[in-house]
């Protein structure tokens, strides 16, 4: 057999075992690792800092809520010019942790929290409390609130007791852009 045949055969018999063994792993990964604990606290790592935030999400009785989700958008850098969306899941203690949070930012973070139609959220200005701990009861999501392309401002029609439309509302959200300026100078040459 010649030495050109003999190193392409070795070649071949490597690149099979290679793809025999990508190929099994996801199988015996599977087996060794067991079901999650649902007591362990999910977190996740922003990466951008030393700071953490953790969580413990309840009800208005108490009653700590499975897979809220909680999250929040960092701007960091300079002129904040770099952002990070993150967002975490509660396990079933209501229990959930941010790490890696930035030790400065411009604004503040502001968490927001939600599960179904309850909503809340907690402010922390890492300056101050590097390693901030809240505790957020979820209440309803107020039904009176509109998306602001939908809101209209109205008032009672005198006597009726009816109300009725007054101005829309997106001539106040969506404003119309501002005409240009025409400037006009004049030099009087003598």
């Not at 790490?99 to 179904?116: H, I, N």
Request: hydrophobic share 40%; net charge positive; glycine share 8%.
């Amino acid at each position: 057999m010649p030495k050109n045949q003999s190193a392409l055969i070795g070649l071949f018999v490597l690149l099979f075992a290679a793809a025999l063994a990508i190929i099994s792993q996801p199988t015996l990964h599977a087996q060794a690792n067991p079901t999650p604990n649902p007591k362990s606290i999910p977190f996740i790592d922003g990466g951008i800092g030393q700071c953490t935030a953790d969580f413990t999400i309840s009800t208005a009785d108490g009653a700590p809520i499975y897979d809220a989700q909680i999250k929040v958008h960092i701007s960091y850098g300079m002129f904040g010019a770099h952002k990070l969306d993150l967002q975490v899941g509660t396990n079933v203690d209501g229990k959930a942790r941010f790490t890696g949070l930035p030790e400065k930012t411009k604004q503040g973070l502001f968490f927001q929290a939600s599960k179904a139609n309850l909503t809340g959220s907690a402010f922390d200005d890492p300056a101050k409390t590097c390693n901030a701990q809240f505790t957020i009861a979820l209440q309803p999501q107020s039904s009176q609130l509109l998306a602001p392309s939908s809101l209209f401002l109205a008032a009672l029609q005198p006597g009726s007791g009816q109300p009725r439309r007054l101005l829309s509302a997106r001539l106040i959200w969506n404003p119309r852009p501002a005409s240009p300026i025409i400037i006009v100078s004049t030099r009087n040459s003598t």
